[in-house]
């Protein structure tokens, strides 16, 4: 019966060191920093995007690896925004957000591996009629 | 001018829907007459539509849900009904009618009766149990609460202009496609479930964000309990997987109004992948409805045990497990469609598995039961209607995951029954329970519970004579969804399922005569002290009804069952914690964005139901101004002075100590 009360005092500090921020939502910090952080991640997502154009195109590395490359390069732009831009850190105070992308990566790879193996299965196994008789010897 | 839209889309020539239509609309003249005469729209608009604190759209939400369950109930009857009668003969519902009927029944019951019903549990509970004064998005919370109600607007419009989808609850292409189903059914099932979902994703998003964040001081994850944790797996669930159900029916949409080709027979697309991809929704969404329904459980077993819930931990495991591994068995709804042995395998395995985590948790609340004083209130009938229920649903489960066995019960009556136990015996059951349970510290006055038993021993009764004949006829191979029958063998249990029906009625007429007896009654049935049922968690330490700001002061909690702590030092030190220095309080402005864009969203789904192009675009850029005009507000808080904190606290503190001098009258030791 009694009461939900309590220390009153306990509340005066109540931002601590260790809260977990949003992205987004960190504590204010010099606005020179941000503004240097932000053009650096431009700077690095720019060079990524015009490398992978000019791969694509030229015969700099071997033929066949450029699939390959290019793969190497799209995983680099998206670390790119998710450090400059999202500002996912291995700090303590990025906990949830770190525990948000990773659970947010096993939904997709479990939706998307999942569907491209069930699918595949299904149309090898549910293929149409004309193309069943074409397969035939 | 108006699309597709003309007189031929009233069904003047069906009695059947008109009649109910006008009936339906006398009501609702009926009742804003009602309001009018009596001057209550004020206090509706300041207090209710525009409100964003969380308790009232809790409340709201389950009114909702409330009201469509009848709704998705009178459906119910219907079929067992024609089933009944249509044996050799044609019934009374004509084919078409009965295909719409049994979509409604599905897409009501699922999206918009036990849907709202959990999101209002969750909306209503979460900031009460953690020490909260809100959700995180108070405003957004409303805008997702109005969404819904506008989803479920378009679904009943559809009784009245038009016609609903013929086509099951999950619209499956090619049927779904406009070669083969060219009427506004099937739109205005997208438009009412792509319209809700965003709703319901907001909710989502508010609730994880909520216990993620907000927590009072001292709630660590493993002191908040357990209903906060499947809600919080509920809740993830929801994020994850709504966006997928939004982009199969967006592509459905696009199919129908663009004449694309994702999911017809020709020009490379694939029905298959609608299946898919709203499966890879579909089940999670099950496990959306019954997280919770597992936490409300929790809680009633260990209040009415009188003893901490057993195994808290493995509890929290488990949910964590159902929530991770319900993203992993999708396939076992369609392991007929061709798939291989080894993938039909690993689905099987992986359904079978889930139902560890299932059992840990059934386990648990048998052992919380186990030398703790039971007493058998009616949310504790419930709950253990719902043990018994739920295990054979279960076990019927672990049977259609075998894929061989799957194969001879796919779509028959024995499928329906299944899910009927799971979801009615799982999740109706929790919801009955957990209004029962909190009503009073909803309204301030607690439920009839002689009413009360009746409608649980009518529900538990019913519910088996009406479903496990439909075991038996699928055993004996009726498939789902059937017209007419043309076996005669299968009457006298289609019969014996009419009679459960009949039993249900009596159920709902006396849940609905516990609601009409206990308001009648309710200074009789007040409660005074804000903890009816000695509880554990910290929504009992407020006041019944909560003030609108939950807490005077923000609780600190020092261990696992915040409120029984606090309770157990107040009894054996025979007074209250001293008095708190009060202090004011900021709480957010009511706004009335969410019931503006929800209106401006259900005249966008209904315009896009009948092509009218220009009315979609004009509902939509108002829709989308009702933001602009909330994002530019300059005011969002008032301060609830320090006095008026301090009045409303007093009093709950003199109701208290008055139940402590109470209780150290009796001697009894809670």
Same mark, same amino acid.
């Given at each position: 019966?009694?009461?939900?009360?309590?220390?009153?005092?306990?509340?005066?500090?109540?931002?601590?060191?260790?809260?977990?921020?949003?992205?987004?939502?960190?504590?204010?910090?010099?606005?020179?920093? /941000?503004?240097? *952080?932000?053009?650096?991640?431009?700077?690095?997502?720019?060079?990524?995007?015009?490398?992978?154009?000019?791969?694509?195109?030229?015969?700099?590395?071997?033929?066949?690896?450029?699939?390959?490359?290019?793969?190497?390069?799209?995983?680099?732009?998206?670390?790119?925004?998710?450090?400059?831009?999202?500002?996912?850190?291995?700090?303590?105070?990025?906990?949830?957000?770190?525990?948000?992308?990773?659970?947010?990566?096993?939904?997709?790879?479990?939706?998307?591996?999942?569907?491209?193996?069930?699918?595949?299965?299904?149309?090898?196994?549910?293929?149409?009629?004309?193309?069943?008789?074409?397969?035939?010897? | 001018? @108006?699309?597709?839209?003309?007189?031929?889309?009233?069904?003047?020539?069906?009695?059947? +829907?008109?009649?109910? #239509?006008?009936?339906?609309?006398?009501?609702?003249?009926?009742?804003?007459?009602?309001?009018?005469?009596?001057? /209550?729209?004020?206090?509706?608009?300041?207090?209710?539509?525009? #409100?964003?604190?969380?308790?009232?759209?809790?409340?709201?939400?389950?009114?909702?849900?409330?009201?469509?369950?009848?709704?998705?109930?009178?459906?119910?009857?219907?079929?067992?009904?024609?089933?009944?009668?249509?044996?050799?003969?044609?019934?009374?519902?004509?084919?078409?009618?009965?295909?719409?009927?049994?979509?409604?029944?599905?897409?009501?019951?699922?999206?918009?009766?036990?849907?709202?019903?959990?999101?209002?549990?969750?909306?209503?509970?979460?900031?009460?149990?953690?020490?909260?004064?809100?959700?995180?998005?108070?405003?957004?919370?409303?805008?997702?609460?109005?969404?819904?109600?506008?989803?479920?607007?378009?679904?009943?419009? =559809?009784?009245?202009?038009?016609? @609903?989808?013929?086509?099951?609850?999950?619209?499956?292409?090619?049927?779904?496609?406009?070669?083969?189903?060219?009427?506004?059914?099937?739109?205005?099932?997208?438009?009412?479930?792509?319209?809700?979902?965003?709703?319901?994703?907001?909710?989502?998003?508010?609730?994880?964000?909520?216990?993620?964040?907000?927590?009072?001081?001292?709630? =660590?994850?493993?002191?908040?309990?357990?209903?906060?944790?499947?809600?919080?797996?509920?809740?993830?669930?929801?994020?994850?997987?709504?966006?997928?159900?939004?982009? $199969?029916?967006?592509?459905?949409?696009?199919?129908?109004?663009?004449?694309?080709?994702?999911?017809?027979?020709? $020009?490379?697309?694939?029905?298959?992948?609608?299946?898919?991809?709203?499966?890879?929704?579909?089940?999670?969404?099950?496990?959306?409805?019954?997280? +919770? !329904?597992?936490?409300? @459980?929790?809680?009633?077993?260990?209040?009415?045990?009188?003893?901490?819930?057993?195994?808290?931990?493995?509890?929290?495991?488990?949910?964590?497990?159902?929530?991770?591994?319900?993203?992993?068995? /999708?396939?076992?709804?369609?392991?007929?469609?061709?798939?291989?042995?080894?993938? *039909?395998?690993?689905?099987?395995?992986?359904?079978?598995?889930?139902?560890?985590?299932?059992?840990?948790?059934?386990? *648990?609340?048998?052992?919380?039961?186990?030398?703790?004083?039971?007493?058998?209130?009616?949310?504790?009938?419930? #709950?253990?209607?719902? %043990?018994?229920?739920?295990?054979?649903?279960?076990?019927?489960?672990?049977?259609?995951?075998?894929?061989? !066995?799957?194969?001879?019960?796919?779509?028959?009556?024995?499928?329906?029954?299944? @899910?009927?136990?799971? %979801?009615?015996?799982?999740?109706?059951?929790?919801?009955?329970?957990?209004?029962?349970?909190?009503?009073?510290?909803?309204?301030?006055?607690?439920?009839?519970?002689?009413?009360?038993?009746?409608?649980?021993?009518?529900?538990?009764?019913?519910?088996?004579?009406?479903?496990?004949?439909?075991?038996?006829?699928?055993?004996?191979?009726?498939?789902?969804?059937?017209?007419?029958?043309?076996?005669?063998?299968?009457?006298?249990?289609?019969?014996?399922?009419?009679?459960?029906?009949?039993?249900?009625?009596?159920?709902?007429?006396?849940?609905?005569?516990?609601?009409?007896?206990?308001?009648?009654?309710?200074?009789?049935?007040?409660?005074?002290?804000?903890?009816?049922?000695?509880?554990?968690?910290?929504?009992?330490?407020?006041? =019944?009804?909560?003030?609108?700001?939950?807490?005077?002061?923000?609780?600190?909690?020092?261990?696992?069952?915040?409120?029984?702590?606090?309770?157990?030092?107040?009894?054996?030190?025979?007074?209250?914690?001293?008095?708190?220095?009060?202090?004011?309080?900021?709480?957010?402005?009511?706004?009335?964005?969410?019931?503006?864009?929800?209106?401006?969203? =259900?005249?966008?789904?209904?315009?896009?139901?009948?092509?009218?192009?220009?009315?979609?675009?004009?509902?939509?850029?108002?829709?989308?101004?009702?933001?602009?005009?909330?994002?530019?507000?300059?005011?969002?808080?008032?301060?609830?002075?320090?006095?008026?904190?301090?009045?409303?606290?007093? !009093?709950?503190?003199?109701?208290?100590?008055?139940?402590?001098?109470?209780?150290?009258?009796?001697?009894?030791?809670?």
């Amino acid at each position: 019966m009694s009461t939900s009360d309590s220390d009153p005092r306990l509340y005066e500090n109540a931002l601590e060191q260790t809260e977990d921020h949003a992205p987004g939502d960190e504590p204010p910090e010099e606005g020179s920093h /941000w503004v240097r *952080n932000a053009n650096l991640g431009l700077g690095f997502s720019i060079v990524l995007t015009v490398a992978a154009f000019l791969l694509a195109g030229s015969d700099v590395i071997y033929e066949p690896a450029i699939p390959v490359a290019l793969i190497v390069l799209a995983i680099a732009q998206m670390g790119v925004h998710l450090v400059f831009f999202l500002h996912i850190t291995t700090g303590p105070d990025n906990t949830n957000n770190v525990l948000a992308l990773a659970f947010g990566l096993l939904v997709v790879f479990v939706v998307v591996i999942g569907s491209v193996w069930i699918m595949s299965h299904l149309n090898q196994n549910m293929m149409p009629m004309d193309q069943l008789m074409k397969m035939q010897p | 001018m @108006f699309g597709k839209l003309d007189w031929s889309a009233i069904p003047f020539s069906q009695p059947l +829907p008109l009649i109910t #239509s006008f009936v339906l609309i006398l009501i609702v003249i009926g009742l804003l007459i009602l309001v009018t005469v009596k001057k /209550w729209w004020p206090y509706l608009w300041h207090e209710w539509i525009t #409100s964003v604190d969380h308790k009232r759209i809790g409340v709201m939400y389950c009114l909702l849900g409330i009201l469509m369950l009848i709704r998705g109930f009178a459906d119910a009857i219907m079929m067992r009904t024609q089933q009944a009668v249509a044996i050799e003969s044609a019934g009374y519902l004509t084919p078409e009618h009965y295909n719409q009927i049994f979509t409604a029944h599905g897409t009501i019951m699922i999206l918009f009766g036990a849907m709202p019903l959990v999101l209002g549990f969750m909306n209503y509970l979460v900031p009460l149990q953690l020490g909260v004064r809100d959700v995180a998005f108070p405003t957004f919370n409303s805008v997702g609460f109005w969404l819904t109600a506008s989803g479920a607007l378009l679904v009943n419009v =559809s009784l009245f202009i038009g016609e @609903f989808a013929r086509t099951g609850w999950l619209p499956y292409p090619p049927l779904s496609e406009t070669t083969y189903t060219p009427g506004v059914g099937v739109d205005y099932y997208l438009w009412a479930v792509q319209i809700s979902g965003i709703g319901t994703l907001i909710t989502g998003i508010n609730i994880v964000t909520t216990i993620l964040k907000m927590r009072c001081r001292g709630m =660590s994850y493993l002191r908040m309990p357990v209903f906060c944790w499947t809600a919080l797996a509920s809740c993830l669930l929801i994020v994850a997987t709504f966006p997928i159900l939004t982009a $199969a029916l967006a592509m459905l949409t696009l199919d129908r109004y663009a004449d694309w080709n994702y999911f017809t027979n020709t $020009a490379g697309g694939n029905p298959m992948m609608f299946v898919n991809l709203v499966w890879a929704w579909g089940h999670p969404e099950v496990y959306i409805l019954v997280l +919770p !329904a597992f936490g409300i @459980f929790s809680e009633i077993f260990s209040t009415f045990s009188g003893k901490p819930l057993f195994g808290y931990r493995s509890m929290v495991a488990a949910t964590l497990f159902i929530c991770i591994v319900s993203m992993l068995v /999708w396939l076992h709804h369609f392991f007929t469609m061709g798939a291989g042995p080894a993938v *039909n395998t690993f689905f099987g395995i992986s359904s079978s598995i889930i139902a560890v985590g299932t059992g840990v948790k059934i386990y *648990n609340w048998i052992f919380t039961m186990y030398g703790g004083r039971v007493r058998f209130e009616v949310p504790m009938l419930w #709950s253990l209607g719902f %043990i018994f229920t739920f295990i054979i649903g279960g076990l019927t489960g672990v049977l259609l995951a075998v894929p061989p !066995a799957d194969f001879l019960t796919h779509n028959s009556m024995f499928l329906v029954a299944h @899910f009927h136990n799971v %979801i009615v015996g799982g999740v109706v059951f929790a919801l009955f329970a957990g209004l029962e349970y909190w009503f009073p510290k909803v309204f301030g006055f607690g439920l009839h519970p002689t009413w009360g038993k009746a409608a649980f021993w009518c529900a538990f009764v019913g519910f088996w004579v009406t479903f496990a004949p439909l075991y038996v006829l699928g055993l004996l191979g009726m498939t789902r969804r059937l017209q007419h029958i043309n076996i005669p063998e299968w009457g006298p249990w289609l019969y014996v399922s009419l009679a459960g029906v009949g039993i249900l009625i009596l159920g709902v007429i006396s849940q609905l005569t516990q609601l009409v007896v206990s308001i009648r009654d309710r200074d009789k049935l007040r409660d005074v002290t804000g903890d009816p049922w000695d509880g554990r968690s910290l929504e009992w330490a407020t006041p =019944s009804p909560p003030p609108f700001f939950n807490f005077a002061v923000m609780p600190n909690v020092e261990g696992e069952e915040a409120y029984w702590g606090i309770k157990l030092r107040a009894v054996e030190t025979q007074q209250l914690a001293p008095e708190p220095k009060y202090e004011a309080i900021e709480m957010p402005l009511h706004s009335s964005v969410g019931f503006f864009t929800a209106f401006f969203t =259900s005249v966008f789904g209904f315009a896009m139901v009948w092509h009218i192009w220009w009315m979609a675009i004009l509902a939509l850029v108002l829709a989308f101004a009702g933001f602009v005009v909330f994002a530019w507000r300059d005011k969002h808080e008032f301060e609830v002075p320090a006095e008026e904190v301090a009045r409303v606290d007093r !009093a709950r503190r003199m109701a208290r100590e008055a139940f402590l001098a109470r209780l150290g009258e009796q001697g009894a030791v809670p």
